[in-house]
Structure formats: C-alpha cells, structure tokens
C-alpha cells in the first residue's frame, strides 16, 4: 500500500527554518510528480510547492515563493522542502503526496511559527 511519512516539522520563531522530509513507498516515486500541501485550522488544504518527476521544474505558491524550495531524491523514494524565514502564517500541519492523481494521504507534520 501506498504509505506517506512526513517528519521535520516543530516550533520555531519567526525568521527561523526548518526542512521537513518525506519517505514514500508503495507506488513508483520517480515516475511521480510530488508536491508539498498544508492545513491550517479553519482553511483549507492548499499547494505549497511542486517539483517534476525528473526534478528540474518545480511551482510555489506565492506565498513562501523566495523562501521555500522543494527537493527529491528519486534514489531514496523522498521528498523534501527546506523553509527558511518562517512567518507565524506558516503555520500548518503539512503534507506530501503526488501530482496531479492523489493518493492516501500520511499523518504529516506539524510547522508550528510563534514568538
């Protein structure tokens, strides 16, 4: 089956960084393009960022565009986003998961930004 494990996430002030990781299995990583998504409470699940299956092209959403960047390891079957300059609407628990077809979604980790 299809499994997600998201891990990085934590309490950091603001202007701070975290990179999150996730380790897949259960499908074909590489042929995948994957994305980062996130949930605050009382909103809706939105795209964070995007990257190809080859790993060149990648999409991010506005808001943290200049401060997050999306990675992969098509070796390791993972998925990464590096955050820095951590603003309190940051905020969110976050997911990885595939694009455009989504699957299973995993636990996700907690991004927590407050002084």
């Known amino acids: 089956q299809v499994q997600f494990e998201e891990s990085g996430g934590g309490l950091v002030q603001p202007g701070g960084s975290l990179r999150l990781s996730c380790v897949t299995s259960?499908?074909?990583?590489?042929?995948?393009?994957m994305s980062w998504y996130r949930q605050a409470p009382g909103k809706e699940r939105e795209l964070v960022a995007a990257?190809?299956?080859?790993?060149?092209?990648?999409i991010y959403a506005d808001s943290v565009k200049g401060r997050f960047t999306i990675g992969r390891d098509n070796q390791k079957n993972t998925l990464y986003l590096r955050m820095n300059d951590l603003k309190p609407e940051d905020s969110a628990l976050y997911y990885c998961?595939?694009?455009?077809?989504?699957?299973?979604w995993g636990p996700g980790t907690q991004v927590t930004v407050s002084s």
């Open positions: 990257i190809g299956a080859v790993g060149i092209h990648t």
């Open positions: 259960g499908f074909t990583f590489s042929h995948n393009d």
């Open positions: 998961n595939a694009r455009p077809f989504i699957l299973p």
